[in-house]
C-alpha cells in the first residue's frame, strides 16, 4: 500500500508544480546551454572514487569520471598541449565540499568525490574543491543548465536517492523557486521514503533556504551498516 501511495505521491509532481518547468538530467544539456564568465574558457567536473575496509577516506586519484565539460562560447576546442595539462592536472581533494559522499557496508567503504579544472584566458589552468567557486565561474545563474549544474554540486538530496527523483523549477524574484521530489530505500543514505522540498536559490547560484514539503516514510527499507 505505502508502496502505491509513494508511487501517487512523485506523480503528484505535476499537479503540486503546475507553473514550475521540469529540469533535465544533467547528461542531456550540451556546452552551448551553460554561459562562463567572462575569462573562462573552459569548466571540466571531474569526480573521483575510492575504497578501504575503515571510513577513513582513500582515493584513486590516476583515474576520474569526466562528468561535464563546458566551453566558452567563443573557444569550442582545446588544442593539444593545453588539453593534456589539463588531464594532468591533479586534483586538490583536501577539504572538497562538492558532492562528497561515503557509504559503508561490512566489507568496507566506498568514497565518491568531485573537483573542477578551469581554464582561463590567460591559459592558466587551477583546480577548484568549492562549489561557490565552481559557481562564480558561471557568474550570473541564467539558464536552467547552469540552476540544475548548481544542484547537482551541492548533491541536494546528498546523495539520498538511489530510485526515482525529479526536480522542477520557477524564475522569482532574485532567483529561483525548485522543487525536489526523490524516493529513496536505503536508511543508510537517511531517511527512507519518499520526500518532496521546495528549495530558494539566488541568482549568484548560493541556496538560501530548504523546507520539507512532504513525506512517506517505507517499512522495507535496505539497512546497511
Request: aromatic residues 10%.
Amino acid at each position: 500500500m505505502k508502496k502505491i501511495i509513494a508511487i501517487i505521491f512523485l506523480v503528484s509532481l505535476g499537479l503540486y508544480a503546475q507553473d514550475f518547468m521540469p529540469l533535465k538530467p544533467l547528461g542531456e544539456y550540451k556546452s552551448s546551454d551553460y554561459n562562463l564568465k567572462d575569462g573562462v574558457e573552459y569548466l571540466e567536473i571531474r569526480t573521483y572514487f575510492g575504497q578501504a575496509k575503515s571510513v577513513q577516506e582513500v582515493y584513486n586519484e590516476t583515474t576520474y569520471k569526466k562528468e561535464i565539460a563546458i566551453h566558452a562560447k567563443s573557444y569550442s576546442s582545446l588544442d593539444e598541449d593545453i588539453s593534456a595539462n589539463i588531464k594532468a592536472m591533479k586534483p586538490n581533494l583536501k577539504d572538497s565540499d562538492i558532492r562528497k559522499h561515503r557509504m559503508c557496508r561490512f566489507m568496507g567503504c566506498n568514497f565518491r568525490i568531485s573537483v573542477a579544472v578551469v581554464l582561463f584566458a590567460d591559459k592558466n589552468i587551477t583546480t577548484l574543491n568549492k562549489v561557490s567557486d565552481v559557481t562564480a565561474m558561471l557568474g550570473k545563474i541564467d539558464t536552467s543548465a547552469e540552476l540544475k549544474l548548481v544542484l547537482w554540486l551541492n548533491d541536494i538530496n546528498k546523495n539520498l536517492t538511489d530510485h526515482k527523483h525529479s526536480e522542477s523549477y520557477k524564475k522569482v524574484k532574485n532567483g529561483y523557486e525548485v522543487i525536489s521530489v526523490y524516493e529513496n530505500s536505503v536508511m543508510n543514505f537517511g531517511e527512507c521514503g519518499a520526500f518532496k522540498h521546495k528549495l530558494f536559490m539566488n541568482n549568484d547560484g548560493k541556496i538560501e533556504k530548504k523546507i520539507l514539503l512532504e513525506k512517506i516514510e517505507k517499512d522495507d527499507c535496505v539497512v546497511a551498516d
